[in-house]
T-cell receptor, first 115, second 115 residues
Framework: AQSVTQLGSHVSVSEGALVLLRCNYS??????LFWYVQYPNQGLQLLLK??????LVKGINGFEAEFKKSETSFHLTKPSAHMSDAAEYFC?????????????FGKGTKLSVKP | DTAVSQTPKYLVTQMGNDKSIKCEQNLGHDTMYWYKQDSKKFLKIMFS???????INETVPNRFSPKSPDKAHLNLHINSLELGDSAVYFC??????????????FGPGTRLTVT
């Protein structure tokens, strides 16, 4: 069964510092992987997705993620944090070819950005 | 123009009441979903409809009944509300069911509080 683990429920960085949010997945078939962001009192917005076309995926707002099959990881990074990046981030996995195709979410990582 | 909209945004009601949440998407998508986000921000799928047909029905009390009058709408009706139903409910849509490259687009959420 597929699953997602996000290490660290809360990450705090200083403005301008590197952002690294960790995501590990478990899947018996090649997965599709997604990162979503949720700003306070809002719905989820897609940051980026991995669909096997390229292992390094660039998303919106300067975020990117690298798919590493050997490590079953899909960590999210941003070189320089901005105050507006403060939000909850969710990693999600969907098994390719799944007949029902549940999108399984991790428990989320809250990113705080200090001035 | 809002892609996925939900009404109401906030819903406060007493135990035992029946309530409905409406969802509409104008993206032309075939698949719609209902998710529940608990107080710890954990997201779990409840239902999924594809072309007005139910394709995912997770372990949800039968007090919850989704209804899809057409591809653009997926409403959620809840009978005999309980305190544990308090959560944020998100509607989402995608071009095709999960298990594909297609990401899901989320509505702004409905915060349900049962007193």
């Amino acid at each position: 069964a597929q699953s997602v683990t996000q290490l660290g429920s809360h990450v705090s960085v200083s403005e301008g510092a590197l952002v690294l949010l960790r995501c590990n997945y478990s899947s018996s078939v090649p997965p599709y992987l997604f990162w979503y962001v949720q700003y306070p009192n809002q719905g989820l917005q897609l940051l980026l997705k991995y669909t096997s076309a390229a292992t390094l995926v660039k998303g919106i707002n300067g975020f990117e993620a690298e798919f590493k099959k050997s490590e079953t990881s899909f960590h999210l990074t941003k070189p320089s944090a901005h105050m507006s990046d403060a939000a909850e981030y969710f990693c999600a996995v969907s098994e390719s070819g799944g007949s029902q195709g549940n999108l399984i979410f991790g428990k989320g990582t809250k990113l705080s950005v200090k001035p | 123009d809002t892609a996925v909209s939900q009404t109401p945004k906030y819903l406060v009601t007493q135990m035992g009441n029946d309530k409905s949440i409406k969802c509409e998407q104008n993206l032309g998508h075939d698949t719609m979903y209902w998710y529940k986000q608990d107080s710890k921000k954990f997201l779990k799928i409840m239902f999924s409809y594809n072309n007005k047909e139910l394709i995912i029905n997770e372990t949800v009390p039968n007090r919850f009944s989704p209804k899809s009058p057409d591809k653009a709408h997926l409403n959620l009706h809840i009978n005999s509300l309980e305190l544990g139903d308090s959560a944020v409910y998100f509607c989402a849509s995608s071009q095709a069911p999960g298990g594909s490259v297609y990401e899901q687009y989320f509505g702004p959420g409905t915060r349900l509080t049962v007193t």
